[in-house]
């Protein structure tokens, strides 16, 4: 992963340890079910039911650790279609507020002009009063 990590964001490397992470947990859990049924099956012939017994419970673990990676990439993926929905809706706002900064500078412009023609046409009336 080497050159790869450097190109992640934070997030991204945030989210990557954190997989990292629970991979080794659950690896650390099966070493020490694959010890303790060592431990149980040491001696033991081949045929023996105990040795079923450990491929079932391995079988499961491994079977738990694939729904909670597939949940744990659905969520992922979840977030990451809220982000780009969210990122639209933010662009999408600032196009409004950016329209609305232009229809607010034309109403100023309005009334700066028309500010000017009052004034101007006071001036004549008061001129034309004296």
């Known amino acids: 992963m080497g050159s790869n990590s450097s190109k992640l964001t934070p997030e991204e490397k945030a989210a990557e340890d954190a997989k990292q992470a629970q991979v080794a947990f659950m690896k650390q859990s099966l070493l020490k079910k694959v010890e303790d049924h060592e431990e149980r ?76 023609k009052v004034d101007a046409h006071h001036q004549a009336v008061t001129a034309a009063k004296e």
Do not use: R, S, Y
């Open 41 to 116: 099956l040491h001696g033991m012939k081949e045929g023996d039911p105990h040795l079923a017994v450990f491929k079932d419970e391995m079988l499961q673990v491994v079977d738990e650790h694939l729904k909670e990676h597939a949940t744990m990439e659905a969520e992922q993926q979840q977030l990451a279609t809220f982000k780009t929905e969210l990122m639209d809706k933010v662009h999408e706002h600032m196009e409004e507020m950016h329209k609305a900064e232009d229809k607010a500078a034309i109403v100023a412009k309005f009334k700066d002009e028309m500010t000017a």
